[in-house]
């Protein structure tokens, strides 16, 4: 029995000494216990997102109105970034926002480059009242306190949209503390034109113009704000299209 001991080698001299293991064992868990109160403990911690972001302010102008002038023009331009997958936006009275997502493992500074070229070309196409667009990698701490999502079995995705916009974002907003509300996702009502191309270079017209005289024609032009002493509100001119 002793021979089998001595050949078991840690195992066996663990079973010989069973008080040296056990101070062993409380050593260690002491020393952990001690160490557990030094590590390092961070909510958001420092974590690299292959993502770009973009952030444009025109303050005072309609949401529509940056959504047309504003963040289509600087989507158009991003969504042929390389490496790219895909491109969200956000339109807000008086701001926008867009984000650009890469995979995982992309050199996101390389990426931010050649975003910032593009972003330099839709500049030209931007209002004159823009403010200059800040554009900047994402940050972990930047990221909103609360995200929720919303779902229905009833509502369409853009009856949805709507009801968010117009009902729980405006009461997430009032609430004490809250500096902003933001909604993404759903799906935005667009209209589809359809072109007889016969027709329309009959009369002498090409996309591109018939495209800008839809644009030109189908507008909303902020026209400053009113103050009412407990409110701010902003107005605008309506110039859009109600039937096609």
């Known amino acids: 029995m002793k021979k089998r001991f001595r050949s078991g080698g840690l195992a066996a001299w663990s079973i010989q000494h069973p008080v040296g293991i056990s101070m062993l064992a409380l050593t260690i868990v002491v020393i952990g216990f001690f160490s557990l109160g030094k590590l390092g403990v961070n909510l958001l911690p420092h974590i690299i997102y292959p993502e770009i972001r973009i952030t444009v302010n025109d303050p005072g102008v309609p949401s529509r109105i940056m959504e047309d002038q504003v ?16 491109v969200q936006s956000t339109s807000s009275e008086g701001s926008s926002r ?4 890469f995979p995982y493992g992309t050199d996101i500074d390389i990426a931010l480059r050649d975003a910032s070229t593009r972003l330099d070309r839709a500049k030209r196409f931007l209002p004159n009242s823009v403010e200059p667009p800040v554009i900047y990698k994402r940050d972990p701490s930047q990221i909103p306190v609360l995200e929720l999502a919303v779902s229905s079995s009833k509502l369409t995705p853009v009856k949805l949209r709507e009801w968010v916009d117009y009902n729980f974002s405006r009461w997430f907003i009032n609430l004490p503390g809250v500096a902003a509300a933001e ?62």
């Open 71 to 86: 963040t289509r023009q600087i989507e158009e331009q991003l969504a042929i970034t390389e490496g790219a997958i895909s």
């Open 98 to 101: 867009i984000a650009l997502s």
């Open 183 to 244: 909604v993404g996702g759903g799906n935005v009502r667009e209209i589809q034109i359809i072109i007889n191309q016969e027709r329309l270079a009959h009369v002498g017209i090409t996309l591109s113009e018939l495209k800008n005289i839809i644009r030109d024609n189908n507008v909303e032009s902020p026209s400053g704000r009113l103050n009412t002493g407990s409110q701010e509100l902003s107005t605008r001119t309506l110039s859009r299209f109600k039937t096609l």
